[in-house]
């Protein structure tokens, strides 16, 4: 299987700061990376697919970049509603993973 | 609207069997590959199985594959999770999710709000 890992697994930031999140996978997936949030209590929530595109109706303060095995998540400016866990995912193989998450909390 | 709502998470002993159900409403149900994910307690999200959309191919996490099975009901929009000699490790809120292909990427991007299974004796 193909294992994802995270970093940092949580964060404290404050409204306005730039966040960025890393995801590396243990081995290359090409194109086969997705972001999701996830807020407690709730659905999750699909940000970005394929490295970088921006699902629709996700706010342009996101973007994710990367390519082979290494993989980032930004936040450009970050708002309160952007509190939550942030997940990345590889559909490389065909049992999917996800990274073990990144918490971002209020500073 | 595009909607999906789980059902059939409860307490249950180790070792005995529950079938979870998602109910689909708002697209064609039977044009999309389906998923199962979990979040344990305290936990991340874990992917647990895959449906294509006729059926036709299945997959899971190493973690339920022998003990669990998914399927679907076309008629009924409706997929299922059926989870058999369950563990304390398969406590979890169970997520259905619906898989859209974008530029060649496959992606969840519909989600239900969960079902929760404790598994507990």
Request: charged fraction near 15%; glycine fraction near 8%; include cysteine.
């Amino acid at each position: 299987d193909i294992q994802m890992t995270q970093s940092p697994p949580s964060l404290s930031a404050s409204v306005g700061d730039r966040v960025t999140i890393t995801c590396r996978a243990s081995q290359p997936i090409s194109t086969f990376l997705n972001w999701y949030q996830h807020k407690p209590g709730k659905a999750p929530k699909l940000l970005i697919y394929a490295v970088s595109i921006l699902e629709s109706g996700v706010p342009s303060r996101f973007s994710g970049s990367g390519s082979g095995s290494e993989f980032t998540l930004t936040i450009s400016s970050l708002q309160p509603e952007d509190f939550a866990s942030y997940y990345c995912q590889q559909t490389y193989s065909t049992t999917w993973t996800f990274g073990q998450g990144t918490k971002v909390e209020i500073k | 609207q595009v909607q999906l709502v789980e059902s059939g998470g409860t307490v249950v002993q180790p070792g005995r069997s529950l079938r979870l159900s998602c109910a689909a409403s708002g697209f064609t149900f039977s044009s999309y590959a389906m998923h199962w994910v979990r979040q344990a307690p305290g936990m991340g999200l874990e992917w647990v199985a895959m449906i294509s959309f006729d059926g036709s191919n299945k997959y899971y996490a190493d973690s339920v594959k022998g003990r669990f099975t998914i399927s679907r009901d076309i008629s009924k929009s409706t997929l299922f999770l059926q989870m058999n000699s369950l563990r304390g490790e398969d406590t979890a809120v169970y997520f259905c999710a619906r898989d859209v292909v974008i530029n060649n990427n496959d992606a969840l991007d519909i989600w239900g709000r969960g079902t929760r299974v404790t598994v507990s004796s």
